[in-house]
Structure formats: structure tokens, C-alpha cells
């Protein structure tokens, strides 16, 4: 990193896709032609690979799960089309020993940590079967009420300062997010007692139908870091190269005992808010077309394939072999029996209190009036 905090790669150009919004935003992808090859070239051997092969695990998934939800074998469901090249970049720059803090916008990162596909499907099938073993990935269970992760992250990565543990937390939220107390409040005791967390915003410039014009008057969220005493970073989030080095940054300074960073991966939100959603109703359509090129995946293979780091023909076997993959297990998924009354029950509580024990279930309310509970 360079002295003044700007790292390796620079800015995105003004002229290029996004040029104005992603103002100030760190890119690889962005450089010249000469710059980004040597920059490719200079990568730690199979690093590329490994994003790009993180990218179409995370793309495989999504697809499947939106095909589940139209199938009607799984619920509501949020995309989260064009985020892979910064959620791969999460997770590869970290250490396996550091903790994850997902929102519902990241079901998929911990099958990165080798969790199965299946797993986050059942959540979203409702299944007690798509909880996920916290402490084995070190990824704690998706928040859905918004920015309610950021402090779950301050706490324990507060924690594992204290008792010297060496790891770091890294939460994940959106341009929305930090509009809720929960953002203010965990961005300001992370830098006080200089946790070692990274806070990792994805600015995709909508927080379902508000635009984020009408979220902040501070369009560029990394600035707001300065207010809390913490770095801030502008990176581009369709950049899986980028992202991964800024957020790598961040953990070897947060490692180093320097405290929290902000990092803002701007970039839009390429796809609807989720299944549920339809974007035409409330933006313009032809921000959309804008947009279509920074697609993180085809981005990264030019980009690779011009620099001479892969073939496409390895590219493409990764990739069939990735969206294979997850339409076995989707398969495998609709053929499961959907859980039984008792296991939904049980499934909540470490001891379900006595209101929702699941015979209680089956009974009809009058029947409940007439007993006496056991605490009476
Ligand atoms: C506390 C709370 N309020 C409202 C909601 C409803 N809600 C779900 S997602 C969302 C938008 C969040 O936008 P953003 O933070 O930009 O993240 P993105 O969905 O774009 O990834 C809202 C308002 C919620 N889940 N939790
Ligand atoms: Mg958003």
C-alpha cells in the first residue's frame, strides 16, 4: 500500500462504464491494457483462477436457487446477480480462521468455506436443515433485519482483540444499511476500541426501491469512514481483482492491531431486489443496459484470457462444471421431504418453551385455555 492509503491499483477512469459514480474507486480491471496484464501476470500463482472459479460456484448458485424459487421448490429468494466478483474476493482474501457476518445478500459465501450448496437452499426452503454449522465455517447465521450483523461483528471481533486471537470479522451490508443506528453505532465502537473488523458495503445504489440519493447526502459512502476515524476505501465491486486486494488490506492492517476499515464496493444492482421484485416499476431501465458490461464474470474472463492467464478452454470447463454441479443439487433438493411440524418447532429453540412445544401445535386454541400452563 502507498503511503497515502490508495494501495497498489488506481482509480477507475472517469471515461470508463460507471466512470462518474464510481468516482475515486480502486480498479484493476479499469487500467489500461499493458497495466492490466502486467498487473494479472504479477498475481500469486492460481489466484485468478481461484476467484474466477469462487465467482462461478457463487453465479452456479444463484441461477439455481432463482430456477428453485420459479419451481416453486424454495421460497422467496434475493439474488444477488453481478455481487459474485466481490463476495469471492471476501472470502479469498481472508484467512479461514476469520469470521464472516452475511446479510440475506450473501446466502452463498459459506459454501466457499466448503459448506454444501444444499444447505443455504434448505434455509431458503424453510428447512430446519439450512442451518449452516457456525462455528465450523466461521460464518454466523444471515441477518435479515437490516445492519443488525454489524454489531454481532464489533462484538466478536472486539472479543478476539482482547484475548489476542490473531483473527478478524468482516460484516457485509448495503448503501441502505448505513442509514440504521446499528451502522453508526458498531462503525463508532469498532474505531474506538480499534476492533479488528472490516466493514463491507456493497453500494449497488438501491436499498430495494429507494435509490440511495434518497438514503444519504454523502453519495460516496466511504467518506462517511472519516467521521468515526477509520480508513475508508472506494473500490470497484464488479472488479473481483480490486475488491480482493482491498479487502486483503484491510485485514492485514485490522490483523496488525490498526483497528476497523470501511470499504465501499460501488458498483448497481444489476438484478431485482429478489424474486419478489420487479424493478421496472420504479427505475429507468436503460441504467440497466448502462450497467450490463461491468457483468462481473464475462469482465474477469477477458481480462484473463487477454493477459494470457488462463484458456478458455478452462474457463469454460470450470465454469459446466460449476453450473452442473449445482443443477444436481438442485435436483437432490426437490426430491427431499419437507420437514415435519416437530422439526420446524424444534428446530428454533435449544429447549422449546412450553407454548411451542410441537404437540402444542396440533391443538386446537380452545384446548390450550383449558390447561394449566406449568408456570402457574
Ligand atoms: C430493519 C429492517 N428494515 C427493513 C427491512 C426490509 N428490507 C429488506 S432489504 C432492504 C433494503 C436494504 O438495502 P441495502 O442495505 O442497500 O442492501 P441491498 O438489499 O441492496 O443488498 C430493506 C429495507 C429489513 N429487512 N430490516
Ligand atoms: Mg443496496
Aim: charged letters at 20%; a negative charge.
Amino acid at each position: 500500500m502507498r503511503a497515502d492509503g490508495t494501495g497498489t491499483s488506481p482509480a477507475v477512469p472517469a471515461g470508463a462504464p460507471g466512470g462518474a459514480l464510481m468516482g475515486g474507486a480502486r480498479t484493476v480491471l479499469g487500467l489500461g491494457r499493458e497495466d492490466r496484464r502486467e498487473h494479472l501476470r504479477g498475481l500469486p500463482s492460481g489466484l485468478a483462477i481461484r476467484l474466477y472459479s469462487a465467482m462461478t460456484h457463487l453465479r452456479a448458485f444463484d441461477e439455481r436457487a432463482v430456477i428453485l424459487q420459479r419451481q416453486g421448490v424454495i421460497g422467496t429468494y434475493p439474488t444477488y446477480f453481478g455481487e459474485e466478483a466481490v463476495q469471492a474476493a471476501s472470502v479469498l482474501a481472508l484467512e479461514d480462521r476469520d469470521w464472516l457476518f452475511p446479510t440475506y445478500r450473501q446466502t452463498a459465501v459459506v459454501t466457499l468455506r466448503d459448506c454444501p450448496s444444499v444447505v443455504p437452499l434448505l434455509l431458503w426452503r424453510g428447512h430446519p436443515g439450512g442451518w449452516h454449522d457456525v462455528m465450523r465455517y466461521r460464518v454466523a447465521p444471515i441477518c435479515i433485519p437490516v445492519a443488525t450483523n454489524y454489531p454481532h461483528a464489533v462484538g466478536a471481533a472486539w472479543g478476539a482483540r482482547l484475548r489476542h486471537e490473531g483473527w478478524v470479522a468482516l460484516a457485509y451490508g448495503g448503501d441502505g444499511s448505513t442509514s440504521a443506528g446499528d451502522f453508526h453505532e458498531a462503525c463508532n465502537l469498532a474505531a474506538v476500541v480499534q476492533a479488528p473488523v472490516i466493514f463491507l458495503v456493497t453500494n449497488n445504489q438501491w436499498a430495494i426501491s429507494t435509490p440511495i440519493v434518497k438514503q444519504t447526502r454523502v453519495p460516496r459512502l466511504a467518506e462517511k469512514a472519516a467521521a468515526y476515524g477509520m480508513p475508508g476505501v472506494r473500490v470497484d465491486s464488479f472488479d473481483v481483482f480490486a475488491c480482493y486486494e482491498v479487502i486483503q488490506e484491510a485485514a492485514e492492517r485490522a490483523r496488525r492491531g490498526g483497528g476497523p476499515t470501511l470499504v465501499e464496493a460501488v458498483g448497481y444492482r444489476l438484478g431485482p431486489h429478489g424474486t419478489a421484485d420487479e424493478p421496472s416499476v420504479y427505475r429507468d431501465p436503460r441504467a440497466d443496459l448502462l450497467w450490463a458490461p461491468m457483468e462481473p464474470l464475462g469482465r474477469t474472463e477477458a481480462a484473463v484470457v487477454e493477459a494470457g492467464v488462463a484458456a478458455p478452454e478452462q474457463l469454460l470447463e470450470l465454469r459446466s462444471r460449476a453450473f452442473q454441479e449445482l443443477r444436481d443439487v438442485g435436483d437432490r433438493l426437490g426430491e427431499l421431504p419437507l420437514p415435519s411440524v416437530e422439526e420446524l418447532a424444534d428446530s428454533v429453540h435449544r429447549d422449546t418453551p412450553w407454548p411451542l412445544r410441537p404437540e402444542r401445535l396440533y391443538e386446537p386454541s380452545w384446548a390450550r385455555l383449558e390447561q394449566t400452563p406449568p408456570w402457574s
